[in-house]
């Protein structure tokens, strides 16, 4: 038995890189997952076929996270799937979209951004917190960008995820007393798609070299925190924004 064994888990973000690993590495510890997507549905099913063939429980929800009323049909389709009691929440759903100067940024641009990494995370933990109760957890997915203000052209991503670390410490003082734990992690470079499409390589490379370790982390290794972190074996660890990164950046 795993050390999630019959809890019920929702990944927002669940199909692709980091997500995708949450929702395996959370499934072959015993828990039932909720694979949410939105445009990668093809990866979902990918990710809900290869947790059935490990014997897991799980099932694909396509939901704009950044809409309300997707929100509240993803509750509604998780509740169908594993009844009206959810024991982890992952709030991982979120993207860069494109690098831009100040002078290039818009509303929509801003709206898109702020969208899919804060307002998700909010109106997400809004939507399911009254199904969550005692010894469950919440994980954000906030990043080191939140903390140095990343790299060129990503001023909007990086003040979304400084809102989501700033909203994990809120959350962790006014759920803790309902017996919620909420943290966030914050990865640096992590080799998926993201800096495949956003990161020249040239500059992952610079990074890699100048980390401690001298590489880019795995989306398994950010994986395997998140599955500790809604464990009984972190019981006592709220309120924290924890640094995943290879000794690049400390808190």
């Not at 979209?97 to 801003?110: C, G, I, V």
């Amino acid at each position: 038995m795993g050390k999630l064994e019959g809890k019920v888990a929702v990944v927002t973000g669940g199909s692709r890189d980091i997500g995708r690993a949450i929702s395996l590495k959370l499934a072959k510890e015993g828990a039932k997952v909720v694979v949410n997507y939105y445009n990668s549905e093809s990866g979902a099913r990918e990710t809900v076929d290869e947790i059935k063939s490990l014997g897991g429980q799980a099932v694909a929800v396509k939901a704009d996270v950044s809409k309300l009323a997707d929100i509240q049909n993803l509750k509604s389709k998780t509740v169908e799937a594993f009844g009206d009691k959810v024991d982890i929440l992952v709030n991982n759903a979120g993207g860069l979209f494109a690098r831009k100067t100040l002078q290039e940024l818009d509303e929509s641009f801003y709206d898109l951004v702020m969208g899919v990494n804060f307002k998700s995370t909010v109106f997400v933990m809004q939507a399911f917190e009254p199904l969550m109760g005692k010894g469950t957890s919440i994980v954000n997915m906030s990043s080191q960008a939140a903390r140095d203000g990343g790299g060129g052209g990503s001023s909007l991503y990086s003040s979304s995820k400084g809102a989501v670390t700033t909203f994990t410490r809120a959350m962790a003082k006014e759920l803790g007393p309902k017996g919620i734990r909420v943290n966030a992690v914050c990865p640096g470079l992590i080799g998926t798609k993201f800096h495949d499409d956003f990161t020249k390589d040239d500059i992952r490379a610079k990074v890699a070299g100048a980390t401690p370790l001298r590489r880019e982390g795995g989306a398994e290794e950010v994986a395997d925190l998140v599955a500790y972190l809604v464990s009984d074996e972190a019981s006592f660890i709220a309120g924290n924004n924890i640094d995943i990164n290879g000794g690049l950046a400390f808190s």
